[in-house]
């Protein structure tokens, strides 16, 4: 249906333009899921209302469209919801809204909101009082689905404004994650994608692009889950999402061999973890099919979905395709999303091992071992500033595709030098310790493991 | 979903000038970019004006002409691009009427010797030396009503006015090349006390040519103050009219901008009662300039002003944005952070 016009007023003249700011708000009607309303603000300044009826409960999305302002001005839009006892809807913020800027920009804007209280709702508009404004809004209900476990879906946003509901169950003792991939809008923006657990609190949040999905846990009380997918700036599009039970990871899960079935979907693991736990996580054996110069993109993401750590890796490897994690902040399910790389499949092997640690002291060496692919091995020693130090590794036992390297850390765990072994032994140059503290020495065989190797450390005296 | 919208404008207009619009060599405090390395995207803020104001300051502490000269030319140029950056030109009123009454005399006059010898073609070098006189002069005169002025003080006062304003009138050919010139002009004209067809002439003049010049608003929006024979409604027509003028590329930021400027010299309890200043427009000003550049100063200007105005609500949503980083009242009467917390709660 195309949308209808309301001319809100009648031309007023240039001169009083400036000055019709305290005017009586002009008065419309929109109605959730109708036609989207072309509203004409011609009178420059002129405050304008849009109400609607809504159920205490109901999930709504506004969508501002096509704003136009003339004289051309960089000045916004804004709109506030209020409910009916006049006071502002909580938990929305103000939505201001800027013309495109540029030829080639089509931006929309949006917001959304969930009704508190069943009854008659204003949307106040406030334009700049310098020039007129045109636009249309759009006031929608999400678009709805229900997700069963494998079953992909492709879920169309129509509606400039609208976001998408998508529930799935969850059952006692079972994990779940979500995958949101293949996004398409036009213009082309990234799709926000909320969880939300059973008694409406966000559990997670991440963003999806057409380039790259996302991958979410689904985790913790049984019962119903909402995944909230939400284009920005009132994109229009499509994407697909599909649950899927978890594919639970441990610190001691042993390599798990994996592949995706399409080009952009994205592998999810759910890995739970301890507080203080420092742990590698990597992959070998990858593989792309068919063999594009692309990589994929290798993320821990913390238990709200926002990343912890992540890394590219790209074929044929440079480095190891391999994140650390240091002294996890909590306890709880970290989310390992490996995303395909473009225009192809990926395979390979999932790694992860939780570092070996001790301590070392100065003339006092120590065995070490990576008795799991990809481990890490910190041995830490109190250093003084100004200490001269040497570390040595000797008797390097390890398969001959295993690079050994031998790194130092500064007591806030920043590098401050890396070697790598050469002919089952390395030996760094003598180094002057900057600060008084804690530092560390990590072994790291990438993603191989080392048989054994000894670990010393020399203070060298200084001058007399 | 956006709050505020993001600062596209202010990317896209800037793209016919990256270099300049990234161009930080002048900031001490910018990060180090290394060869090769995309430039960072910087949106400038009032933070940015502040250092460059402090960075025009050193320079002319250590007569490093040459920085100042770059400084504005590339300055000008963000300025007439109308892109990000545009505003940086105005550091070098906010350095001159900073620095200057802080100094001596003869070191001033030392160091407007010195440049003239270095470059005697310079257009800013007049312009900031009308600054020179015109803060001098104000020195003289001090600051009470004119009938407390000795005669005196009064001779002195004008003496030095007029030395700004032949300064200026003798360097118009490559004084107006700057708004800086027009600035002073009108600075200096108001104070000498010239009517107000006279300062308008220069303001219409300025603004035309360098419409996106802040100072130049403010100096002519200076004369039409109460104190200084002018009325509310008159700065009101202003302002509406500079809004008019800049919307292309402020919005309805310089409503706000002037106003503050109107706040600064009121000495009343009822700002929103007293001048014609409206809060809903105010409001949307600042909506406005947080769109365009979003910072923490703005966010704790707005939230200090919805105090005032006793907008409640806005207060509230305000201060829950800023957090702990709330820091209202900077530089105002009863206003403050505290103060205004306990309003939005519904005290006061």
Redesign the interface.
Known sequence: MPPFRIVLAALAAISTC?YA??GAPLKLTIAIDGAPLEVDLREP?R?AQMSFQARAGQRLGLGIAGLQLA??????V?FVVRQPDGS?LPRT??????PP??AS?Q?D????FTIERTGAHLIEI?P????SSRFTATLSTPATRVLSVDKAETIAITRVGQDARLSVDLAAGSDLSIEVRDVASKPEQPF?VRVYRPDGTKASESVAASSRGVSLPIAGPAGTYVVEV?P??GALGTFVAVARAAAALTLTTAPREFSSSNPSEVLGFVLQAGAGQSFSVAIDAMKFTPAVESNVVLAVNNPDGTRLKGLGCSLPAKVPCKVGIRNLPAAGKYTVAISSPMGATVSGRLLVAEEVTGTINADAPVRVELKRPSQVARYTFPGTAGDVVSIALADVAAAPSASVVAKLERPEGFPMLTQMAMQGALKTNPVTLPVTGTYSILVDAGTGMLDSATLSITKIPKAP | MRILCVPIAVLLACASLPQLAVAQWWNPQAQWQKPGEPAPNIVYTGAHIELASVAIQNALQSADFKKLERMHEEFLALEQSGGNGRHLLSAFERAFQSSFPRQDAQVLKKVFSDWNAALPQSGLRRAAEAWMWHTLAWKARGGGFASEVSPEAFKLFRSHLERAARGLQESQAPGKASPLWYSAAIAVAGSLGEIPAVLDGMFDEGAKRFPRHLPIYSARLNYLLPQWGGDYARVDDFIRAAVRRTQGTEGTVFYKTLYARVHESYHGSAFFRETKASWRLMKHAFLDELAQAPSDDTLNAFAAMACIAQDRETTAQVLAELGTRANLGAGMQDVSTEVCQEFAKGGR
């Open positions: 400036g700011a305290d300044g405050p004289p051309a001005s960089v000045s916004g804004s502002l913020k103000l939505l201001h809204c800027l800027i540029g920009s931006e804007c949006d917001t959304g406030d700049p009082f310098s020039a926000a939400d920005a700036k």
